[in-house]
């Protein structure tokens, strides 16, 4: 089925950037219905928390309360990788970052607000820690 790679993790100092990849295989939603493509991160001892999640069928958006203004999800002109530009990161925003798809919502915006727990197949993710 589908499958994810992300990279583009690191460490940094808070008020740095970062931007994360997700390749994406040729093969494209393994779940009917998946119209939504986004990122994840994860704390230790914490489920999974929505950043950002785009419409595969459109430019809709979405983003989360604690990053909204400081990243953008995008995709590159061949649609088969999606990023996560990441600006003045806080230390709150240490993580393993996944990216996944998933179902749209019934009744509201595409891809906002997404159950992370109906979302995959999550590939293996990757680490962001920023300093104070």
């Known amino acids: 089925q589908v499958q994810m790679a992300e990279s583009g993790g690191g460490s940094v100092q808070a008020g740095g950037s970062l931007q994360l990849s997700c390749e994406v295989s040729?093969?494209?939603?393994?779940?009917?219905?998946?119209?939504?493509m986004g990122w994840v991160r994860q704390v230790p001892g914490n489920g999974r928390e929505a950043v950002a999640t785009?419409?595969?069928?459109?430019?809709?958006?979405y983003y989360a309360d604690s990053v909204k203004g400081r990243f953008t999800i995008s995709r590159d002109n061949s649609k088969n990788t999606m990023y996560l530009q990441m600006n003045n990161l806080k230390p709150e925003d240490t993580a393993m970052y996944y990216c996944?798809?998933?179902?749209?919502?019934?009744?509201?915006?595409?891809?906002?607000?997404?159950?992370?727990?109906?979302?995959?197949?999550w590939g293996q993710g990757t680490q962001v820690v920023v300093s104070a």
């Open positions: 996944g798809q998933g179902p749209a919502r019934v009744g509201g915006p595409p891809c906002a607000h997404p159950d992370v727990s109906l979302f995959g197949p």
């Open positions: 040729s093969l494209r939603a393994g779940a009917a219905g998946a119209v939504c």
């Open positions: 785009v419409y595969k069928l459109g430019d809709s958006t």
